[in-house]
Antibody, heavy 121, light 108 residues
């Protein structure tokens, strides 16, 4: 079965960087786009960006431009999300999700368990 | 950019039917998916392409989408359905997903 397993919780100081991993299994890694979504405490889902695994194309939400980098390692079927120059309002749970193309557009059929990132001095 | 609007909360008694709406401009022309998120858990896909259910999702979950409104309908609501529900579409103009703000379903 498809699984997305993310790395563990992180605590970072303001200005630092964080890199979260999302190890996939149960499907052909290069066949799908992977999307990253975050959720601040008590808030809704916020799209951050996506990466097309087969060609490395990316699309980042404007608010993260210049701070966010999405990458993949096809040898280990793992995706990575790196966010730089962290601020306190970056404290959130970060999710990876697998994109599937439906009749009306992409949707997310499998999600990682989430990684809590806390930014605090 | 495209905006999806959901009511912040919906309450329903056990055994009754819950309807959660999602509004957006010409939403009926897009494919809507719905996600259930229970406290402390990752979102789970419950409907895609407006009304299709992934394997393992009960038939009690159904959906419709027409005009400017999509609706997630949960029949015979049980305590285990209490969760936040998010609607989602793909914004083809920006080539990115858009989520609604989420609706908290409370089972009375």
């Amino acid at each position: 079965q498809v699984q997305l397993v993310q790395s563990g919780a992180e605590v970072k100081k303001p200005g630092a960087s964080v890199k979260v991993s999302c190890k996939t299994s149960g499907y052909t890694f290069t066949s799908n786009v992977l999307t990253w979504v975050r959720q601040a405490p008590g808030q809704g889902l916020e799209w951050m960006g996506w990466i097309s695994v087969n060609n490395g194309n990316t699309n980042y939400a404007q608010k993260f431009q210049g701070r966010l980098t999405l990458t993949t390692d096809t040898s280990t079927s793992t995706a990575y999300m790196e966010l730089r120059r962290l601020r306190s309002d970056d404290s959130a749970i970060y999710y990876c999700a697998r994109d599937v193309l439906g009749m009306g557009g992409f949707y997310f059929d499998n999600w990682g368990q989430g990684t809590l990132v806390t930014v605090s001095s | 950019s495209y905006v999806l609007t959901q009511p912040p909360s919906v309450s329903v008694a056990p055994g009754q039917t819950a309807r959660i709406t999602c509004g957006g401009n010409n939403l009926g022309s897009k494919g809507v998916s719905w996600y259930q998120q229970k406290p402390g858990q990752a979102p789970v896909l419950v409907l895609y392409d407006d009304s299709d259910r992934p394997s393992g999702i009960p038939e009690r979950f159904s959906g419709s989408n027409s005009g400017n409104t999509a609706t997630l309908t949960i029949s015979r609501v049980a305590a285990g359905d209490e969760a936040d529900y998010y609607c989602h579409v793909w914004d083809s103009s920006g080539d990115h997903p858009v989520f609604g703000g989420g609706t908290k379903l409370t089972v009375l």
